[in-house]
């Protein structure tokens, strides 16, 4: 079975830039991953934010993007809000199903 | 307006079994891709499996195949999960999930039902 790695957590002050990556266990993460970016605040069900590599959602704001990066994918928020302080979960196409990373708790300070 | 409800959790037994629901509206249910998450209590997000909008495909992640099982009623615009020989490790929130564009999934969630797996 496929594992997919994040970040456990990461620190980012308000108005910075920052970048959560998404590994997986068998290699690069390739276009045919076809990842998918995730935002869960506490108590909330998840929403999503990005999906197949970059194309956002008509409900995701313009600072989140998508991309590929150093054989990974990556979620870069620019211009961070306090009100993105959250978990941020990555999704993977293995070929046979889907696999979640574990996770990116993101905190602005 | 997508709408997606769960219903269905509670408290079940160790071994026991268990059927989830969830009432989609607000989108054409049998042309959308659906799909099952789950969350453990304190946990990051366990993709379950999905299933294709004629229901003829269904996908699951390798751990849980042959104990759970997707399904869905287009007629009736519902989805379902039937969990069995449940154990503790399957205590969780269980989200059902719409997909949307292509290789969108689970672009559209529910609240999720909490289901409780103890003696």
């Known amino acids: 079975q496929t594992v997919v790695t994040q970040e456990p957590s990461l620190t980012v002050s308000p108005g910075g830039t920052v970048t959560l990556t998404c590994a997986s266990s068998?290699?690069?993460?390739?276009?045919?991953?076809?990842p998918n970016w995730f935002q869960q605040k506490p108590g909330q069900a998840p929403s999503s934010l990005i999906y197949?590599?970059?194309i956002k959602h008509s409900w995701t704001p313009v600072h989140f993007s998508g991309s590929l990066l150093g054989g990974k994918a990556a979620l870069t928020l620019s211009g961070v809000q306090p009100d993105d302080e959250a978990e941020y979960y990555c999704?993977?196409?293995?070929?046979?199903?889907?696999?979640f990373g574990g996770g990116t708790k993101l905190t602005v300070l | 307006e997508v709408h997606l409800v769960e219903s269905g959790g509670g408290l079940v037994q160790p071994g026991g079994s268990l059927r989830l629901s969830c009432a989609a509206s607000g989108f054409t249910f049998s042309r959308s891709w659906m799909s099952w998450i789950r969350q453990a209590p304190g946990k990051g997000l366990e993709w379950v499996g999905n299933i294709s909008p004629d229901g003829s495909g269904t996908y699951y992640v390798d751990s849980l195949r042959g104990r759970f099982t997707i399904s869905r009623d287009n007629a009736r615009n519902s989805l379902s999960l039937d969990m069995g020989r449940l154990t503790v490790e399957d205590t969780a929130t269980y989200y059902c999930?719409?997909?949307?564009?292509?290789?969108?999934?689970?672009?559209?969630w529910g609240r999720g039902t909490a289901v409780t797996v103890s003696s």
């Open positions: 999930a719409r997909g949307g564009a292509d290789f969108a999934e689970s672009a559209y």
């Open positions: 197949d590599i970059y």
């Open positions: 068998t290699g690069t993460v390739t276009s045919g991953h076809h």
């Open positions: 999704l993977l196409h293995n070929g046979a199903g889907w696999v």
